[in-house]
């Protein structure tokens, strides 16, 4: 049985923590929402700008809502240019992140928070269930086109809902020529 998934790519970006983003922004400052993303999660209107020991970054967009750990999540590309050998991790394992300098209107904080993220599927259990796919499973999801790849070694991620979308980052979406709302088939 195969599946059609939605993929939808990331830019990079930053989840704050509430410590981190009172630093950066000002005491219980509350980010604006500028695009739902679902689950409750949005893309804030608010930037900031991350450095490296090798460069900077501007406008780096912030995640909300405020989490309780900080974590940058960047494309391969920004740690050239911020001069760091970031891991490919999980959202959330900061094991091993590498330490940026976080830089906002209000003030900065420094963090070992940069990450590779790896690319997933938030995957609900209506869905994942009929398919024989688990939580934590690997699974490889199929994109056509003229610049049709397999992704192999995507993390499932089995929640509760009633949808199933791919997350990738920019440039390996770029890579395969896919625009947001694409569709790949899930392979387990």
Known sequence: MSYQVSIMMS????????????????????LTVKKEIGAGEFAA??????????GRMENVRVMGPVRSFTQAELLQSDCWKLG????????????????????GPAGEAEAACGIVAHRHIHMASVISEPLGINDGQMVSVKVGG???????????????????????DMEEGNAAGLKNGALGEIIP
């Open 146 to 168: 003229e610049r049709g790849i397999t992704f192999h070694n995507v993390l499932v991620r089995v929640h509760k809902g009633k949808r199933a979308e791919m997350h990738i």
């Open 84 to 103: 760091v050998d970031a891991p490919l991790r999980d959202s959330g394992d900061l094991r091993d992140a590498v330490p940026l300098r976080i830089i």
């Open 11 to 30: 830019n990079r970006h930053v989840h704050l923590s509430r410590e981190v983003c009172d630093q950066v922004f000002g005491k219980d400052y509350e």
């Open 45 to 54: 209107a608010e930037t900031v700008t991350l450095e490296g020991p090798g």
